[in-house]
C-alpha cells in the first residue's frame, strides 16, 4: 500500500514521450553533427556540429545544460549551445526564457525542440 502511495507523489514528468538520447540522436542527424563526441578529458558533448558543442536536457534540467555547454565550448573551442526538449512547451517554455537570458549575458546558442522533431 505504501509503494502505491509512495508512487502517487512521483512528479507527473517522470513519463517521457522518448528517451533524452533519442532525441539527441535525432536532432544530431538533422544537424550534420557527431553524437557523443569524447573531449580529451573523456566528457562527452552530446552533438559536435560545425559551429556548436552542444548539450541536450529535458527541460527542467536547464541549469545543468548551461554549465555543461559553457565547458564543452571551452573544450572544443566551438561555440557552446543548450537545446532544450520540451515535451510540453506551454509549462515548460519558462526554462527556455531563463536559458535565453543567460545565453545573451554568457553568449552561447540556445535552441529548443520538441516531439515534432519526429514527424
Known amino acids: 500500500m505504501f509503494f502505491v502511495l509512495a508512487l502517487s507523489f512521483l512528479p507527473a514528468n517522470c513519463a517521457r514521450l522518448y528517451k533524452e538520447s533519442e532525441y539527441n540522436k535525432r536532432y544530431c542527424a538533422l544537424n550534420g553533427g557527431i553524437t557523443e563526441f569524447r573531449n580529451q578529458d573523456s566528457t ?10 552542444i548539450e541536450m536536457d529535458f527541460a527542467e534540467k536547464w ?3 548551461v554549465g555543461q555547454a559553457l565547458y564543452y565550448q571551452h573544450m572544443t573551442g566551438k561555440k ?3 537545446v532544450l526538449i520540451l515535451e ?3 509549462i ?5 526564457e531563463r536559458t535565453k537570458t543567460l ?3 554568457y553568449n552561447f546558442d540556445v535552441e529548443y525542440i520538441t516531439p515534432v522533431i519526429f514527424r
Do not use: F, Q, W
Open 44 to 53: 562527452r558533448v552530446d552533438c559536435l556540429t560545425e559551429k556548436n558543442a
Open 63 to 65: 541549469t545543468e545544460g
Open 80 to 82: 557552446g549551445k543548450v
Open 88 to 90: 510540453n512547451p506551454e
Open 92 to 96: 515548460e517554455i519558462k526554462y527556455y
Open 103 to 105: 545565453s545573451k549575458i
